[in-house]
């Protein structure tokens, strides 16, 4: 399925020398042949830069995450913080709903 999908977007490579381009490569050779080999160096040099660029947005991308799963880690400890402090208020907390209302309900009942 997987070599399916890689031909699907890559286009098919000629076997027969001409790369698609209908070029001789070996003709190019004995015209001149140092200029396959410029292709190639501007090629792997292309290659290194784009390795380049692409590390530098790895590390930045890491960089990004660590300080996400920082703040992630902070965010968790202050949540546990103030779920402690309302589970030891609560209940004073509810005392205090329970005598208002009971002062409400006799302040109504009162009148």
Do not use: F, W
Not at 22 to 47: A, F, K
Not at 50 to 75: V, Y
Request: some cysteine; proline content about 5%.
């Amino acid at each position: 399925m997987y070599a399916d999908m890689i031909c699907d977007v890559m286009p098919p490579i000629p076997e027969d020398g001409t790369g698609g381009s209908g070029i001789n490569h070996e003709d190019i050779e004995s015209d001149n042949g140092d200029e396959p080999q410029t292709n190639i160096e501007q090629l792997m040099v292309s290659m290194l830069e784009e390795r380049d660029k692409l590390q530098e947005k790895l590390h930045e991308t890491e960089e990004t995450l660590n300080n996400s799963q920082q703040k992630l880690i902070d965010t968790e400890k202050e949540r546990d913080i103030l779920l402690r402090q309302l589970s030891l208020n609560a209940p004073q907390l509810c005392s205090y709903i329970h005598i208002y209302l009971m002062y409400m309900i006799l302040t109504i009942y009162s009148d």
